[in-house]
């Protein structure tokens, strides 16, 4: 029989999933704090949450090895069925001198490249048995959707591949249909990311998704992968699609940039940079910037010269091929979003009025 606390914890959960948030945050001296569409809201229905309250739940989910992490670091990060269906992310951490909690919900996915409406080129691209895909975007702008609807389309659709994921935790779950999908856990099921980019460039592996580039190794190692002509999808950081590429060369050993901006460049596949952004009328809107490796885009790489490429995106010839701004002039056209929203979204506001038509 569960605790009383325990179904407090689910409950909190289950109506956090159900009124459309993203996470909940409990704090002591505070009821639980709800995040949804990027901004945050007291649910005022339940009561503060005391240290009690949240050590005790805390031991309902942790296992030996997470209070180990949260003694020794101060902070755990896993990943947790609750109510028997909600998966979520949690990250228990001490502040204060306390402990909180924070917990973000994990939806699941079955959507494909054509469901989000994401470009067509990266469906054709990511068929492809060798290069590298980047997606791209800040905090809470949907990487992870996005990434799974692109394993989904391929476990689907195929063409066939052993597909391996290297995530710290693991959080969606994929079930093999066309594809065989392993996902290894970082620091349970492998060492660390190196040791599995290690053992995909010499294992018989087509595909390997990381959740994360997290040093210079990893990178060396990821370009040997792409080198002896496998395939890689990558999640990172930054706020456009220039951006991601230039966070890539960054973590790159100055000895070893000539080389690899060379295999970036032949390696490339495409860049994939998104945001959310508030609709009329609620929810959240996705937008995207798109660069294909086509054109002079692998020359501009090759030489160094990743500040052209940035222009370059305005004038592709290629059909998906899309800056930020054309994404939101679109948005602006349908009535989806404002204009003054659009704007403050934009690095080049007058373009996107330039674009409206």
Known sequence: MLSTDTILLNHILTAVAK??????????????VMRKEGSLFVMDNEAAMTSEWIETIMSSFLLEEDRLALEKEGEAVLVRTFNKVLRFRAHAYRQKGVYSLA???????????????LPPYLDRVSREKTGLTIVSGIHDSGKSTTTTAIINTLNKNGP???????????????????????????????????????LAVTGDIDMVFLDQITDELVVTRLLELLEVGKSALVVMNASSAVGALVNF??????YETVRARRILSESLLSVLSQKL?????????????????????????SAGNLDQVRSMLYNLKVDDAAP?????????????IRLDEALSEAEHPEMVKQMIR
Request: net charge negative; charged share 20%; proline share 6%.
């Open 160 to 198: 066939s591949r052993y597909i391996m994921t290297l995530e710290s935790p693991i959080e969606r779950l994929f079930a093999s249909n066309v594809c065989i999908i392993e996902q290894r856990e970082v620091g349970k099921d492998v060492a660390s990311y190196n040791q599995g980019l290690q």
């Open 103 to 117: 917990f973000r919900y994990i939806p699941q996915c079955a959507d494909t490249i054509s469901d989000l409406l």
């Open 277 to 301: 952004i508030h609709k009329i009328g609620g929810g959240r809107a996705l937008v995207y910037e798109f660069l294909p490796n086509t054109e002079l885009v692998p020359h501009m790489i």
């Open 324 to 336: 930020f701004e054309r994404g939101l002039a679109r948005l602006v056209e349908s009535g989806e």
């Open 249 to 254: 060369l960054s973590r790159v050993p100055s």
């Open 19 to 32: 009124d459309g948030g993203s996470g909940v945050h409990f704090t002591v001296g505070s009821p639980p």
